[in-house]
Structure formats: C-alpha cells, structure tokens
C-alpha cells in the first residue's frame, strides 16, 4: 500500500496540488456523464474510464468514495435550441424518455463491456426537476437570474460583481462573447453570454414540466449543480468530466453554485482529454468515426480486425488521461502486442520454481518495484508511467527464470498479487478472464479435428464431433 | 404467425376478454417494479419473466408495446410509516439514493441473467416528483384529498360518492377496515381507510422534497398513477403487477387515477400470483427464503448444487402466471431433466437427414402443430400448455427418424424456425447459448488430452498443453 502522498493536477489553478480529502476518510466526486441521444461517443468512453481509474485507486487507497455521475436526458440543446433527445425523439417517432431509456441502456452496456465500475449513484436530469428549480428561485431571488418570455437567464454582468465568470476556463468577457454561439432566443436575453437555467417549452415541445414561470425545462448547465448538491452537498473534493466541459459548462457550474451557495463547489476539478482517430478529430458528418461496438466487433471502415475492450482499455491507459490521444490500427495494434506481452510475463512468473529458503533480499527488491508503481500512481494517476514500470517487472523475473536470484513461495505470492492490485483492482484490465478465452478453446478443439482428419484418424475426429454434439455443439462437414 | 385472437384473463372483470389494443397497433403497459432497498425477490422475479413473456408474445404479434417498469426508489412504506430505502440508508450507513442505485443494479443484473428484456421505459418515483404534486393539487381542488399536518391524505369517503373504492379487489370498506395495516399517522387522517398522497418528512428523514405542503416526499401509490399516466397518457392497454399488490396498491391507483383524470387508467389488469419455497411463503424472517444469487451459485441451505437462470425461468414457465408455484428440489431438478429433453429434441431434429422432394403433407402436420402452439399462447399466455405443446413434436420428429415420414430441407428449415420462435423468441429461454457450454468444451479437450497421455500420444498431449499455454491457460500436471 502507497504511504505517500497523492498530487492531482487541479484545472482551477493549472497545478499539481496535494490531495487531502475535506471530510476524514470520505470523497466525493462528481463526473459530468452523457447526453442519452445517440450511442455513446468512444472519446467520452476514454473520460469515463479515465475516471474508473481515479475512482479505483481512491478506493484502493481506503477512501470511501461516494461517486455520482449523472444521465443527462434532458436539457442539453443543440445549437439551435433544440433539446437533443426531443429532437432525436422526433427522428426516431418515440417518446422523448424512450430515446434517453434506449441509450442509457447501451451506455451502460458498453462501460459494462470496458469494465468500467457503476458509479454510487446515477441520477437523471429529468429525476431532479423539483431541486433545480428551488435553486433558480434562489438565483433570482438574488438577482442573479431573471425571467423573460417564460424563460429564466443567469445574470452574467451581476454575478461578476460578486465574483468573476470565467474563471476556469480562464476567458474573460469579450473572448466569451465572439466565441459564444448560443445565437437562439437572444432576445430574451439580456446580453448574449448570459445561460439559460429554465427555458420554456413551445407548443410542440415534447419535454416540459410544471414551473412557477410556466411550462418548460431545464437548461444543461443547472442539473450537474443541483444533482452534485443534493448528493456530495456545498462542497466537495473531485468535479471531473471531459475537456470540452471546461467551457462554458464548468464555468457555469461555478457561478450557478457561488451565486447559489457562496462556495466554489469542488476542491478539484479534472478534465480528461480528447480522443482522435487517425490524428483527425472524430465527427459523424466527416465520416471520421467509430463507435464502440464497431470497434469490438471489427465491423466497420477504419481497422481491419476486432478489438477487444479490454484491449481497447489498455490502449487509452497507456495515454496520461490529460493528454490527446489518438487512436489508429498500428497504435492499437502496438498496444495489443504489448498486453499480451504483460499476459506472458504474468504467465512466466506463475510457472517459476519455487525454493524452500525466504529471500528477503528479492522481497526487498520486489517492494521496491511495488513503490515505483505507487509513485507513478500518486502523480495525478500517471497510468502510462505505471504500466511501464509494470514492464520493468520483467527483469526481475528474468533473473529468477536465469537463476541469478531464487525465489520462495512467500515472494512470489507477494509479487503476484502486485500484479492482481495494478492491473485488476485499480486499473480495471481483465486479465484473468483474458486468460481463458473460450472461443480459443473451441478453436483448438476443431484445429485438432481437422488435423486428425487430414491424417484420416476417423477415430479421434469422430469422437471430439460425438463429445461436441452431446453439449450441443453439432458439425456440419461440408466435404 | 397467430391468426386468431388473443384473449387476456382481466383481474377487473374476473374474466378472459378477447385483446383489442385502444390505439391501432400500439400497446401501452405499465408494470409495478421493484421497491429497491433489498434483493430483489426470487418471487417478484417470476412476475417479471411472466410480463417478460407477455412483452415479448405482443411485440411478436406486431404490436409497438411500450413497456413503461418503475423503479419504486422513494415512498414505499414499512407498517411502522418509515420509508423503506430510508430505513435501509441509515442500517447501511449510505445516501438513500446509494441504496436505491445498489438494489437497482443488482435488479438489473439479475433480470439479465433471467435473460429479461429490458422496458422501453424505466422511470423512477423520485424522478417524477412535479408530476406527483401536480395530481395532488388537482385531487384537493376536487375535494378528492385534504392536507392535514403537513400531509396529504386522499379521501376515501368523498371519492365513493363518484364510484365505488375497492372494485378490482373486490373489497368493501368494511373489510377493508379491517385489514388495514396502516396504523401510523391514524390521527392526521379523516378515516382510517384513506391513504397518503403526500408524507410530512419529519426532521431526520432523509429523502424530502420541497412542495406546497412543506418539505415531504410522494406516497408509493402515486407514483404508478403518475408515471403511468406521463408515459401512456389516461388510458392503456394493460397495468401488471404482482398478485399482492391488486389491494391496496392497484386500487389505490384505480380511485386516483378516476378522481384525477375521471377514467379508469388501463383495460386490462392483469396479476402474476405468487412463488412458494418447499410449500411455505417465502421470508426472510423465518429463513424459508432464498435469493436468486444464491439459487445460481448453489451456495443456499435449501438446494443441493447450483441451478442456471434459464433453467429457473424455464422452470416458472411450466406454470400458468396466474397459478400460485411452489419451488422445490424435487421440482426444479425435473425442470431440469425437461430442459434437457428439449434441448435432445432441438438437436435430434437438427441432426436428421433431409431428402430433395419437398413433403407437403409434413409441412401442413407441422403448420398444424404450429397452430395448437399460438392456441396456448392466445390463452391467456399459458406457457406450460405450451412447453407440453413443444414435447409433442417429438413425435413428428420420431416419425422422420424411423422414416415414417421424409422431410426435406424446406421443412425442416420451417420446423427449427419455429423452435426458435417459440422458444428463444417468445419464452425467452437461451438455447443457443446454453448449446455451447465452454467449461465443456475445455473439459471435452482436457479429457482427450488425458486420453492421449494414458495412450503415451505424447505429440498430441503436448500440442494441446501448447495450445492452450498460447491462450494463458497453464496446465500443471501433477504427475
């Protein structure tokens, strides 16, 4: 176990700060989760699997972790306007909450495949409608927020008088202003940078709920600040989410809770990078795109065989979560070959003999390998630098293989359960399951049959084809 | 495909009534989920596959069904008045809604393994909590309830004088005095009989929303009328639930939803009845009990060795859903010995010879057979008259076994479409996957590995322990 200290690196002040959790032994953290209007994006897979990480080793590390990570089934609109799942609603003729069902279920389905840990809780936008408006009560109330045309705004040039907007994202105003491109129901508002905390629903509207402005909906922003409060309160340690939530949802997320509240919501907030695919960034209308299921089963344009999502996993491990990524056929495969590499030498290790007498000198050595990888661990969840040095472990299973140091059983269990904690327990890999790939057992079986027919051993051939059928697997030889 | 009509045994006419759905080719149903604060239920589970299995027999049909299953996350009550999941949060020392997540992924999980469809609407009590207050302000508009003490209380006595309380129970009110076990709060109500709409939270309760009436939280039987309502409007085709919630909790809703709406919410309301343990109610308290984790793993006091979910839900199946069930030993193992035969069945079939002159005459016995299976299936879903339906075509297949009859592959592509249909398709039980077992296919390998050895095939022995080293699994001999 890790004795020293963990650094995350801290979004809202550029740099690497000592990680002290604000309530004894608990944490709460906090993670901006999907939009359910379409199948999950594989970058965003990358973010919630970064997140997994942070979520286990925090774990492992002793902490209660209390881990909400929300469904945004509603509110998150298109540039137009529009609510995503309603207009997705409309395209697929099903009620909006049957399109958010739908893809909630498939998300689940593929961070379930990635091997990705269910969060604490998981709630809903929709689910938290009642708490949302109590906070933009409190925002207008404030003055900072007001009504127009059955809408609510947040007040930017208000709240900058208590605190200054855009400081995460570290744009001032006027940067903000010829970025912004929210350009519908202007009007309504006040000035241009200002965000919507309720829109109204127009007539055709399919979402809509009861409010003191009339009916409507949520804006995007609101449900991360009302759902966080609700579950980790004011305050609390981790807010995590991809990069492209720095702006402006992040920053909206820190002026709705510090005019709500007063306080600046989390201790740290993390953003997890971007992912590319052959050094272009993925887009459904360029064509440039895979999604994850695509990728797993090796139907589509861009690779040439399947990947497995444990391998897939690996692959963006082998990245630091803050830095791009981008994934391509010979990057994949590098990773493929290297984690069987890591299969073999876990494989090695469980077969090396084992001697009588302790060697406390290779125990010694094997702890010390066992910081290293804490330490890559401990600077902000350097998951590459970790796995490199897992590779290191190679040498001194060489030199136990070579008979240059021996090993009792005291050691070797020690070292295989390293192996069990770094690459199991906290970075999620699959190892054992990898390890019997039942496909690969039948494969075997039927090569050994086809060589015993090509060498006309009838008997042989005949009796895996008679085991075979009697678990229900029946051959039909077409010659 | 079915020509003829299905009819639905209806709780609420105590009759079968032939199935019309209200809107063209849709199907709207809502069934009662589980409350999430503990496993769920082995029993609640075979009221899941039964609905499973209606779900998937009207979806064959070609009716759009939309599914709507809630999640019972807040409101449930114990006798005692406490809300059940903040009941379990405090023993368990977590956020309700960390309780509520829990229960509702091992929910999940175990109904796939049940190999259960997922709804086309999961929506949860908490998540409706607007929609909640907005009956409540309509009923107490109508004089249908009155706040007393921070609560909200429907009213029984007024709602008799527009129709009658207890009509698909077929309760009086007399009766129903005497049956009610809602001895809490006895003094903020009118009479004993009316039922919360609305609970005061008291101070330490730990679930509470904000609303007209002071902070509170929802009464479990509004829920259902609220969420059935949002997602398949006034009125639908068929309300399901387990027999033990048609009183209070189905009629509960009936007298909701005609005071709020002033219509009867659904057509049809149909029970799942109940599943015993060795001929006793199932609980936990006297440890007559067992969960479905541990019918799977074997690891139980009341069965000898483990039993797979698709023998189980094969199991329920050979009981009508309206029919109480009794679990036993002595029963599963002869689901067990029946499954088996089937799949015998399925593979004999599979296995015989085709000749190229096509047989009409078979392919109309076949039709014929065919139609006796849909028969079972419009009445009422009576899956057991099915599955013995399904053994009779054993005898069809004996007769082209012993070359009484030919069969060509016309038919015989006809014939193993329908196994699939009525088996895979309709009931839901996994065949296919179940035909290949891949611990048998490894232990069919080990064992000619073992053969060749005995044989001293030292070539054929080590290839194998080659081959499988190559996919990480290490064989260590002992001798």
């Keep these: 176990m890790s004795q020293k200290d963990l650094y995350i690196y801290n979004s809202l002040t550029s740099s690497k700060e000592k990680f002290k959790s604000l309530r004894n032994n608990s944490v709460g953290m906090y993670v901006c989760g999907p939009t359910v209007y379409s199948d999950v994006h594989l970058g965003n897979c990358r973010t919630f699997i970064s997140f997994d990480v942070i979520y286990r080793y925090l774990a492992h590390l002793g902490y209660k972790v209390r881990y909400v990570r929300n469904i945004t089934d509603v509110g998150h609109l298109e540039d137009t306007g529009e609510d995503k799942i309603s207009k997705k609603a409309k395209t697929e003729k099903l009620e909006p909450m049957e399109i958010a069902q739908k893809y909630t279920n498939s998300f689940r389905e593929i961070l379930k495949k990635f091997n990705v840990l269910d969060p604490s809780i998981e709630p809903t936008a929709s689910g938290h409608i009642t708490e949302q408006i109590l906070i933009i009560e409190d925002l207008i109330q404030k003055n900072l927020a007001y009504i127009s045309n059955g809408s609510v705004y947040f007040d930017i040039s208000n709240y900058n008088e208590i605190d200054s907007y855009g400081k995460l994202s570290g744009r001032d105003l006027d940067n903000i202003k010829s970025n912004s491109r929210d350009l519908v129901s202007q009007d309504d508002k006040k000035n241009e940078f200002d965000f919507a905390l309720w829109k109204k629903a127009e007539k055709n509207h399919l979402m809509r709920w009861n409010s003191p402005w009339g009916e409507g909906f949520p804006g995007w922003h609101l449900e991360c600040t009302a759902m966080s409060k609700k579950y980790l309160g004011d305050e609390f340690d981790i807010h995590g ?191 054992k399951k990898d390890k019997i790939n039942n496909d690969s057992v039948l494969e075997i079986l039927l090569k050994l049959r086809d060589n015993a027919r090509k060498h006309k051993d009838y008997k042989l051939s005949d009796s895996i084809r008679d085991e075979l059928a009697k678990i229900g697997i029946n051959l039909n030889d077409k010659d």
């Design 241 to 431: 989410g991809g990069i492209d939530l720095k702006f402006p949802h992040h920053d909206c997320e820190i002026a709705q809770c510090i005019g709500h509240t007063g306080k600046q919501p989390a201790k740290f907030w993390m953003h997890a990078n971007m992912l590319t695919l052959n050094n272009k960034k993925m887009s459904k209308s360029t064509g440039n795109n895979i999604l994850p299921n695509e990728l797993f089963s090796g139907i589509n344009d861009q690779f040439s065989k399947p990947y497995d999502p444990n391998i897939v996993r690996f692959f963006f491990l082998q990245a630091h979560y803050r830095n791009e990524l981008d994934i391509s056929e010979s990057a994949i495969q590098a990773s493929e070959k290297g984690f069987n590499r890591l299969i073999e030498i876990i494989n090695r290790l469980s077969l090396v003999q084992t001697v009588k007498t302790k060697n406390d000198k290779l125990l010694d050595t094997i702890k010390k390998w066992e910081n290293n990888c804490y330490d890559c661990l401990n600077d902000d969840f350097n998951t590459p630098m970790l796995l490199a040095e897992i590779f290191n472990s190679n040498k001194i299973i060489n030199n136990i293989e070579n008979n240059v140091t021996e090993i009792s059983q005291v050691e070797k269990d020690y070292f295989i359960n390293l192996f069990d904690i770094f690459l199991n327990k906290i970075l999620g890999l699959n190892f």
